[in-house]
């Protein structure tokens, strides 16, 4: 039922909003605030809308009339609390262009990666090297049989050669000697193992850890290896040459010097060791002073840096190949080394500290 | 070994420098490893003449001598004992000279009296090791004062160290590295025949007349002065066992004085790093050093029952070595023995009671060939290595016995002023036979990569020291020299073609790698792949040692049933490790002892076990340690604890599977926190095991706070990882997805996860995920439970959902965690 003081009220109310609207939202200081006087005119409890409720009071004839009043209120309001939150917005971003920038020193928010070990590292290099140049990996086991680490590979019996080997042994078994168990010495072990499950054509590279019972400055206990050989039907030394110095030249430096010299090494003939320029010094780059004074090559401007050589017809006899049908070449090299000259490691028992200020170098 | 170089260029004169020599040597395979010069640093020590010789006015020992060093006459106090008569001379260093450990010498008051330079004993030049008294120079040395004293004495040489490789034996003396730098060198450098000494005697009534006469070899053609030595016992060499002793020599010195060597000698031994002891002694080490052949030289008075005998002991036979130890030997220790028993170990070192002593004056010399693998079983059984057995046990030249021998008596003799046996024994119980060895030039081509004339490697073979014994075909074949023990195939004989010629001169050649089918083992990719992830989430990674103390694997109370070394280098490295837990644990006691607030750590390696197989197991484990805190930003650190450990796991596991593993409640190790921890699933099957490490086992390992250990099977992981096969691809949904939080109060015993997997089963399928958003304890929560907000995502594949659907399906989430979890819904 209509109530003509409705009208009255309604129309008062009306004008009371009108009046006031306008300035109490442009005073408003910021968004909340703005957002807080909007409310009081269209909130839920705001005085536009408690008048909108009084709606059904208000005569038939008038209703449609004063409803449109009260619309058109509502959008100035709102086209105004736009306006005023539009400047506000502006005069912020004004001021954050205009004001203090950011203290960009603060720490970055990110957890951080952690590091791969020098050995995994320096491994991850050379693999990639070897294996785009079409060599597979392989894995052996570290607790070996004697007979794979030695008699196979061409090592005589009672014979010198394994001087260098000084071989961990495992208890139970003969504590030394053909029937033994050992830890491996040396990864060429891979050599026996992987002839002897396949035929050529094989090359395959082979990281790992071996274990020697040396144990002073320059000698760690366990240390690692890498193997690599290529076994087919009339592989050469020049090939082996050819291997190693691009090899060597991708590692460290397409302009080291590669030099093969004579060796021994029972599974292998001919045999030889392979030097390269000191990369300490950059030899190659025929700063005589500084190789003079280099310490590492001592002055001699080269390091040694692996062995190699042609697989012996006895280790092809071992593993029941035809060592008249077949050749190949061995090289092995040691991951500690090689890692401890690319990454200037000064002494070989940081690798096996796990001190984080150390692995966090690389 | 050690090396002079002017004893190289006394057996092969060739123009070369030291470093050219060194150079080709090495790239021949004889590694020259250091040069050092010898008499190059005494610059200012001159010869002196003493002049006058007055004991200190006021110091008992000391003397005040006068010498003239070619320009003037010094004053110089001495404390030396042996200071000669006025006209000897001595070596003395003027004021300013530097002796070659760095001392300068400056003029000095020594006991109130001016001291102006010293005189010098050899071993304050390093040039002997005689520290007793000063140097004296020999009356035969004809030096005149203010001679450089290198010159006097003839010290300019340099010593090569030259690291050799087992396969060469006959470099283990001036000899045969001369022949090979001769062959290096284009320069034939055969070993030269000893001449006679001054003085022989007939050696035949020395020799019993059960010694075949085929037996004896005259030793020189040369004139000499016979004395008479018929007093001289006889004596006769018996070979038991032939295969471990095929040839004995024995040769006859008498009428020796034992005494000091001269001054060359010993400056010859020092310098190659031996004592020197008496001119007998050292002759026998120079000709060890020249000859690369050990030989023995044996009191002939002390050697009982005039004969020597080659055999194999009997077990527990003893005998006193030349060290003082008394030695027991087993039957397959090769002994030499006199009529009695034993007097020295073959090859290996001789026994004190019949060694020379100053007071020997016969002497019966051994020069043999032993088998190199019983002298290497004896020398390593007895643990007694000595120049002899190295040589021996490489192998030395078998026919190089009657030269040895010649030059060892013609040496003895004439250092001794004695007089040797023109013929001496030479038993040979097995007959050297050379090895006949096949060489084709076109197999060396094919092994090498690069064409040799055929003449070029016979050349080179011969200048080796083989001999052509036949040539068919394109086959020829050569003997190997006795000398080279190495020399048996076919291999070997391209080996010294190659070398000779220089590996330099082989080209080099683009590598041919025909690919294989198999490549790598997908494994080994899968291994790289968890480091890589690894990392990424944050680890470092270690490398510890595979062995550790079994007293380690207690205190981390991992499995102690290990696999153990024989032979560890101490007992905190003797045993392998059956977990990876400890050597990260290590790892971090000591990064907190320097002060380290975060550890973070992972290790991919093997753990190995004992097994039936011949060889253990070898497991290989990926292993993580979290301790200290998780860095967070500014000031927002905190305790690392199970979830960091768990979030680790799933962020590896989901870059390298492409899916997050399941935790579940369960049994875990002994040393993992029995509450705070978890089972790792994966496709149903267990792969390892994450949580905080029980605080037990924590307070053992002298970690502090909670330590998060997990440990995953990665053999197993990769066998589940190839079993889901590659991650592959779906289409986007195409109807949008609803969502719905529902939170609840539950008592604490119901898992989160349960509660999701049950609300989601509860949708009827339509809930495409349910995401814990909400976790609270404390205010308004009653005890025992907890608020856990869910967001439900719900969707149709099929068709967009209608609120009234989702509504439907809500109510039955609701409906259920009120059922089955008594949840008051909030
Ligand atoms: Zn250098």
Redesign the pocket.
């Known amino acids: 039922m209509a109530e003509p003081d409705a009208v009255q009220t309604f129309e008062d109310g009306l004008a009371d909003i009108r009046g006031a609207y306008e300035q109490a939202l442009r005073d408003a200081a910021d968004e909340p605030e703005l957002r807080l006087v909007n409310g009081r005119y269209v909130g839920p409890q705001g005085e536009l809308t408690k008048l909108l409720k009084l709606m059904p009071k208000l005569p038939g004839d008038r209703r449609r009339e004063l409803g449109q009043r009260a619309n058109a209120l509502k959008q100035e309001i709102q086209s105004t609390f736009d306006a005023v939150l539009d400047s506000i917005h502006r005069h912020a971003r004004d001021a954050e262009l205009t004001g203090l920038p950011l203290d960009v020193t603060l720490p970055g928010r990110w957890p951080m990666p952690g590091r791969l070990h020098p050995i995994t590292r320096i491994r991850n290099e050379v693999l990639e090297i070897l294996v785009s140049l079409g060599f597979d990996v392989a894995d052996g086991p570290e607790v070996e049989l004697y007979e794979n680490c030695f008699d196979k590979l061409g090592f005589p019996p009672d014979h010198p050669a394994t001087d260098e080997h000084d071989t961990f042994f495992i208890e139970g078994g003969p504590s030394s000697g053909r029937h033994s168990v050992l830890l491996r010495t040396q990864t060429s072990t891979i050599q026996i193992r992987e002839m002897s499950l396949r035929q050529p054509p094989l090359a395959i590279v082979s990281p790992g850890a071996v274990y020697r019972r040396d144990d002073d400055t320059t000698h760690s206990p366990m240390f690692f290896q890498l193997e690599g050989f290529l076994v087919d039907t009339d592989v050469t030394f020049a090939e082996l040459k050819g291997v190693l110095t691009l090899f060597l030249r991708r590692l460290f430096d397409e302009h080291v010097a590669v030099r093969f010299r004579a060796s021994y090494f029972p599974f292998v003939e001919p045999g030889g060791e392979v030097d390269m320029s000191?990369v300490?010094?950059r030899?190659w780059e025929g700063d005589k002073e500084r190789?003079a004074a280099?310490r590492?090559?001592k002055g001699n401007?080269w390091m040694e840096i692996l062995g190699c050589g042609m697989i012996h017809p006895v280790v092809f006899e071992n593993v029941g190949y035809d060592a008249e049908k077949y050749t190949g070449f061995a090289f092995g090299m040691g991951l500690d080394r090689i890692a401890m000259l690319k990454y200037g490691i000064p002494n070989i028992k940081l690798l096996y500290d796990n001190d984080v200020r150390f692995l966090s170098q690389f | 070994m050690l090396t002079s170089f002017r004893w190289l260029q006394e057996l092969c004169p060739i123009d070369a420098d030291v470093h050219e020599v060194a150079h080709r040597i090495t790239q021949a395979g004889l590694e020259v490893e250091a040069i050092e010069e010898k008499g190059a640093n005494l610059s200012g020590v001159v010869v002196a003449e003493v002049r006058t010789r007055a004991p200190h006015p006021k110091r008992d020992k000391l003397t005040l001598v006068t010498v003239f060093d070619g320009e003037a006459e010094h004053e110089v106090v001495c404390g030396a004992p042996n200071v000669p008569e006025p006209g000897g001379r001595v070596l003395f260093a003027r004021p300013g000279a530097i002796l070659p450990n760095g001392t300068t010498i400056e003029p000095r008051r020594v006991g109130g009296v001016e001291s102006s330079g010293m005189i010098c004993s050899e071993a304050e030049l390093e040039v002997g090791a005689d520290a007793e008294g000063i140097f004296i120079v020999d009356a035969e040395n004809e030096a005149l004062p203010g001679a450089d004293v290198a010159d006097a004495l003839d010290l300019h040489d340099f010593v090569l160290d030259i690291g050799l490789t087992p396969n060469r034996p006959d470099c283990l003396g001036h000899v045969g590295i001369a022949r090979e730098i001769g062959i290096l060198f284009g320069k034939r450098c055969e070993p030269r025949k000893a001449a006679g000494p001054r003085r022989t005697f007939a050696a035949g009534a020395s020799f019993q007349a059960d010694q075949p006469t085929t037996d004896l070899v005259k030793l020189w053609d040369g004139q000499s002065e016979l004395v008479d030595a018929s007093a001289l016992s006889s004596i006769s060499v018996e070979i038991a066992d032939g295969d471990r002793c095929p040839r004995y020599g024995a040769a006859l010195v008498s009428g020796v004085q034992v005494g000091p060597s001269p001054f060359w000698l010993r400056y010859r031994l020092h310098n190659l790093g031996l004592r020197t002891l008496s001119n007998v002694v050292d002759a026998t080490n120079l000709i060890l050093l020249e000859w690369g052949h050990p030989i023995h030289g044996f009191d002939l008075h002390r050697l009982r029952g005039a004969k020597v005998v080659v055999r194999l002991a009997k077990d527990g036979e003893t005998m006193a070595t030349l060290d003082g130890i008394e030695r027991e030997f087993t039957a397959d220790d090769l002994l030499i023995c006199d009529g009695r028993g034993p007097v020295a170990v073959a090859g290996v070192m001789g026994g004190s009671d019949s060694e020379i002593r100053d007071d020997t004056k016969d002497i019966l010399i051994e020069c043999a060939y032993f088998d190199p693998r019983s002298i290497r079983r004896t020398s390593r059984r007895l643990g007694l290595q000595t120049d002899s057995s190295h040589r021996f046990e490489r192998g030395v030249d078998p026919e190089a016995v009657p030269r040895v021998m010649a030059s060892a008596a013609s040496l003895i003799a004439e250092l001794g002023e004695g007089a040797s046996a023109t013929t001496a024994i030479d038993r040979v119980a097995i007959a050297h036979s050379p090895k006949s060895i096949a060489f084709r030039p076109a197999r060396a081509a094919r092994l090498l990569g690069t064409e040799i004339e055929a003449e070029d490697s016979q050349r080179i073979l011969e200048a080796v020291g083989c001999r052509l014994v036949d040539e068919t075909g394109k086959v020829f074949t050569f003997e190997a020299p006795s000398w080279r023990p190495d020399l048996g195939r076919e291999v070997d004989l391209i080996e010294e073609v190659a070398r000779v010629r220089g590996y330099d001169e082989i080209p080099t050649a683009v590598p041919r790698v025909r690919p294989s089918e198999s490549g790598t083992p997908e494994v080994l990719r899968f291994i790289s792949a968890l480091r890589t992830a690894a990392v990424t989430t944050g680890l470092y990674e270690a490398v510890n040692y595979a062995f550790l103390s079994v007293e380690d694997l207690q205190k981390a109370r991992v499995s102690t049933e290990v696999v153990s070394l024989a032979n560890p280098l101490s007992e905190e490295r003797s045993a392998m490790r059956t977990s990876l837990l400890p050597g990260l644990a290590g790892a971090a006691t000591r990064a907190q002892r320097h002060g380290a607030t975060e550890v973070q750590l992972f290790e991919l390696a093997r753990t190995f076990h004992p097994s039936d197989d011949p060889l253990p197991r070898e497991d290989t484990a990926l292993a993580i340690l979290l301790a200290g805190n998780r860095s967070g930003w500014i000031g927002d650190e905190q305790p690392f604890e199970f979830y960091d450990g768990k979030g680790v796991l799933e962020a590896i596991l989901d870059r390298v599977i492409g899916q997050r593993p399941d935790f579940t409640q369960g049994e875990v190790p002994a040393f993992m926190h029995p509450k705070r921890s978890a089972i790792v699933s994966l496709a149903g099957r267990a792969v390892g095991f994450v949580g905080e490490i029980h605080p037990d086992v924590g307070d053992a390992l002298e970690l502090h706070g909670r330590v998060v250990y997990a440990e995953i099977d990665v053999a197993l992981l990769h066998a589940i990882s190839e079993e889901l096969g590659t991650p592959q691809g779906h289409l986007l949904p195409k109807f949008p997805a609803v969502t719905r939080d529902i939170a609840m109060l539950v008592r604490e015993e119901f898992t989160a996860g349960e509660i999701a997997t049950a609300l989601s089963e509860a949708s009827g399928g339509l809930a495409e995920s349910v995401r814990l958003f909400d976790l609270y304890r404390g205010d308004q929560i009653p005890e025992g439970h907890r608020s856990l907000a869910f967001r439900m995502t719900y969707r149709d594949p099929e068709s967009t959902l209608t609120d009234k659907r989702v509504d439907k399906a809500h109510a039955k989430v609701a409906e259920l965690a009120r059922d089955r979890f008594q949840a008051t819904i909030r």
């Open positions: 000191c300490f010094c030899a190789t280099c590492v090559c401007g």
